[in-house]
């Protein structure tokens, strides 16, 4: 079992910034590839960024690459993302994922936080 929290999300001007955190307990968190997502109103679930379980990887899709960045702390059991020059189309609830066997944009995620809502104002 993997317990996510969100924290960070709230609303922004375009062209700002924001950072996004996702605090885990439950198991060691070294041992899991993290993912954000976001879902924005009568859209799908997509996948924006993943890491490694050490960090040294990272994947991004093409709309947020040179925008975000994520990044994780094993010590703090925290993964971020760093969010920059937002857009209104990033408005979206963002969420939290682990993987028990990958890390990459196309791997399964197993565990899910309960998300937390950005909103980019024009």
């Known amino acids: 079992q993997v317990q996510l929290v969100e924290s960070g999300g709230r609303l922004v001007q375009a062209g700002g910034s924001l950072r996004l955190s996702c605090a885990g307990s439950g198991r060691a968190f070294s041992n899991l590839g993290m993912g954000w997502f976001r879902q924005a109103p009568g859209k799908d679930r997509s996948i924006v960024a993943s890491?490694?379980?050490?960090?040294?990887?990272?994947y991004y899709v093409d709309s947020v690459k040179g925008r975000f960045t994520i990044s994780r702390d094993n010590a703090e059991n925290t993964v971020y993302l760093q969010m920059n020059s937002l857009k209104p189309e990033d408005t979206a609830v963002y969420y939290c994922a682990a993987s028990l066997n990958g890390f990459g944009l196309r791997s399964t995620y197993n565990y899910w936080g309960q998300g937390t809502q950005v909103t980019v104002s024009s």
């Open positions: 890491i490694s379980p050490s960090g040294a990887m990272t």
